[in-house]
């Protein structure tokens, strides 16, 4: 099976080459993955190859990815898209390879007229799931200007909260604000159906996004759904209050359908996204009212971060209520994050929830644009009986640029009992 998963993936690279000689605009990259555990018994642990592709003619584009595993040819799906100056439209289609399964299908199209645009999507997903294939729509209308920005949002039996695949037979309604970033072997896309009527009203949503003096913004927001008007709420963020970078969120929801009203402040943190001393925090609130109780401090980010060296302290003070993530790369800002326990819910790869509780982090990169190299180390403390710092483990993430189509990379994990895991991959891009 091995032996023939490689004859196919190279039997798509002399594919692409060949067309790419033929069309001329014809460009790809072919990236693969192998993790390496050397402790077990089996060393080889993972492994995912995928293969990109793009042919563009004009306003016309059309795309392919190629997923695949040790055993078999995981996904498949297409891509085409139409973009003109004030319309643009795409169709995505999603496969199962092995065995060929209809998986997910939308169509999104868009109008820009001036400060006026219209958006309309429709989704499909297959009958794997329920027996039945369902379908869903979202027209979306508005205007945009400077300082304000208007939008009606209609919902038919879907939503954008989003859709997540797994290799299984599977899929996952994510929640609205999930930091989705999905593993190499899942699939996210943003419109989900749950209704086999495309045309039944489920929401309206009417949004109001106001900009005030440059340092905040406030976003009101109606929703009515089929029984009649459901919630007001309103998103206060300050980015800058007295001169110093502070940044505040207010959130208030009324809500008619439990009769409650809700205040939910969050202090983002003090600091700028070159460096900074950020404290996260909470404002506690007393149940369905307005009344501020005290504040909780839940987390510290100590950071600074320049072109080509960067050093990070991420320390979660509240280990009852928040936990530490990463996800694989190689950007300090981005890879590690502070945030509310099992908060993704069961779209589980928003990143990886760790049992640690503080991260010492330092990077270092030089010419990444052409030749070069990026370079992550990552330390990771536990809680223990004894001590507040028990090591847990040490992450080196390596890329190196040999030429500007070609990246190799590598992660290495060290643990107490020795070397955990060896990740190694390969980028070639034409």
């Keep these: 099976?091995?032996?023939?998963?490689?004859?196919?993936?190279?039997?798509?690279?002399?594919?692409?080459?060949?067309?790419?000689?033929?069309?001329?605009?014809?460009?790809?990259?072919?990236?693969?993955?192998?993790?390496?555990?050397?402790?077990?018994?089996?060393?080889?642990?993972?492994?995912?190859?995928?293969?990109?592709?793009?042919?563009?003619?004009?306003?016309?584009?059309?795309?392919?990815?190629?997923?695949?595993?040790?055993?078999?040819?995981?996904?498949?799906?297409?891509?085409?898209?139409?973009?003109?100056?004030?319309?643009?439209?795409?169709v995505n289609l999603l496969f199962d390879a092995d065995p060929w399964a209809f998986r997910y299908a939308s169509g999104i199209a868009s109008i820009t007229l001036g400060p006026t645009f219209f958006n309309y999507s429709m989704a499909f997903l297959g009958p794997l799931y329920t027996g039945t294939v369902l379908r869903g729509a979202i027209l979306e209308a508005g205007v945009s200007y400077p300082y304000v920005t208007i939008r009606s949002t209609t919902y038919f039996g879907a939503d954008d909260d989003g859709l997540l695949f797994r290799p299984q037979t599977s899929s996952i309604a994510c929640t609205e604000g999930s930091r989705i970033t999905p593993s190499l072997q899942e699939r996210y896309y943003k419109v989900r159906p749950f209704l086999d009527d495309c045309i039944t009203f489920t929401k309206e949503e009417f949004t109001i996004e106001g900009c005030l003096c440059g340092y905040a913004s406030l976003t009101a927001t109606t929703v009515i759904q089929t029984a009649g008007f459901t919630s007001q709420s309103f998103v206060l963020d300050i980015q800058s209050l007295a001169g110093l970078p502070l940044n505040l969120t207010m959130t208030t929801v009324i809500d008619l359908t439990s009769q409650s009203v809700t205040l939910a402040p969050e202090i983002a943190g003090i600091g700028t996204p070159g460096y900074g001393l950020h404290f996260m925090a909470d404002l506690l609130t007393q149940p369905g009212g307005f009344v501020v109780t005290g504040v909780s401090v839940y987390g510290l980010d100590m950071y600074m971060i320049a072109d080509t060296f960067g050093i990070r302290s991420l320390s979660v003070l509240d280990t009852a209520t928040h936990s530490l993530y990463e996800s694989p790369g190689l950007d300090l800002a981005d890879s590690f994050w502070i945030a509310k326990k099992n908060y993704a819910g069961v779209c589980g790869h928003a990143g990886m929830e760790l049992e640690s509780w503080e991260l010492l982090a330092i990077s270092a990169s030089q010419g990444m644009q052409g030749p070069g190299f990026s370079f992550v180390a990552a330390t990771f403390f536990n809680h223990s009986t004894t001590t507040s710092f028990e090591w847990r483990k040490t992450e080196f993430r390596a890329q190196v640029n040999v030429m500007p189509n070609l990246s190799l990379r590598s992660t290495v994990t060290v643990a107490s009992h020795g070397l955990s895991s060896w990740k190694l991959g390969v980028d070639i891009s034409w």
């Design 1 to 90: 099976m091995t032996y023939r998963i490689i004859v196919i993936v190279f039997a798509f690279m002399l594919l692409g080459a060949t067309a790419s000689l033929a069309a001329g605009p014809f460009t790809g990259m072919f990236s693969s993955d192998l993790t390496l555990a050397p402790l077990q018994t089996i060393p080889i642990s993972a492994f995912h190859s995928r293969l990109d592709t793009t042919l563009s003619l004009g306003v016309l584009s059309a795309s392919s990815r190629s997923d695949f595993t040790v055993t078999n040819w995981l996904w498949q799906s297409f891509s085409i898209g139409i973009n003109v100056s004030f319309f643009s439209t795409e």
